[in-house]
């Protein structure tokens, strides 16, 4: 190549990058917002389900509610337990501790399982008929969902 053209053959390099990264984020950007929605979850996602009706919206948004705030009052207790379980019985090293926030941990899971199922039978007692044989069927595939560690 002649000394002239390597000049005028990187401006139009350049460009062409330029406009190749241009296109890029162009589509990153554009792109982004034609991507689907993520699976609905928790309220919306029973709301959808069972096809409720403005009134049952109403009362299973409030009845909703109420669990949620529950929920988040028992977990911010087995926080603050596990927190006292690994770094109060680590330090003392003592099975007298581990067992006392173990079973007040279990004790609030208890509450917990026992706060869902009044919850759920609440939001049944909202439904149609032909409704509570589908929440039956949401609840089925809740409570067999796989919890804790996958299998490989």
Same mark, same amino acid.
Request: with cysteine.
């Given at each position: 190549?002649?000394?002239?053209?390597?000049?005028?053959?990187?401006?139009?390099?350049?460009?062409?990058?330029?406009?190749?990264?241009?296109?890029?984020?162009?589509?990153?950007?554009?792109?982004?917002?034609?991507?689907?929605?993520?699976?609905?979850?928790?309220?919306? !996602?029973?709301? *959808?389900?069972?096809?409720?009706?403005?009134?049952? @919206? /109403?009362?299973? &948004? %409030? #009845?909703?509610?109420? !669990?949620?705030? *529950?929920?988040?009052?028992?977990?911010?207790?087995? @926080? /603050?337990?596990? &927190? %006292? #379980?690994?770094?109060?019985?680590?330090?003392?090293?003592?099975?007298?501790?581990?067992?006392?926030?173990?079973?007040?941990?279990?004790?609030?899971?208890?509450?917990?399982?026992?706060?869902?199922?009044?919850?759920?039978?609440?939001?049944?007692?909202?439904?149609?008929?032909?409704?509570?044989?589908?929440?039956?069927?949401?609840?089925?595939?809740?409570?067999?969902?796989?919890?804790?560690?996958?299998?490989?």
């Amino acid at each position: 190549m002649s000394t002239l053209s390597k000049p005028v053959f990187l401006k139009w390099l350049v460009i062409v990058l330029l406009l190749i990264n241009a296109a890029t984020l162009a589509y990153l950007y554009i792109g982004d917002k034609k991507k689907p929605a993520p699976p609905k979850r928790g309220r919306d !996602f029973i709301e *959808k389900e069972l096809e409720l009706n403005a009134q049952q @919206k /109403v009362q299973h &948004d %409030s #009845l909703h509610k109420i !669990f949620s705030d *529950k929920q988040q009052a028992i977990f911010s207790r087995i @926080k /603050v337990l596990k &927190d %006292s #379980l690994y770094f109060n019985s680590n330090a003392n090293n003592d099975s007298t501790l581990v067992n006392y926030y173990t079973q007040k941990i279990g004790a609030e899971l208890t509450t917990l399982e026992t706060e869902s199922f009044y919850h759920f039978k609440k939001v049944r007692g909202i439904c149609t008929p032909e409704q509570q044989i589908k929440l039956d069927t949401i609840i089925s595939r809740i409570n067999n969902m796989q919890r804790g560690p996958r299998k490989q």
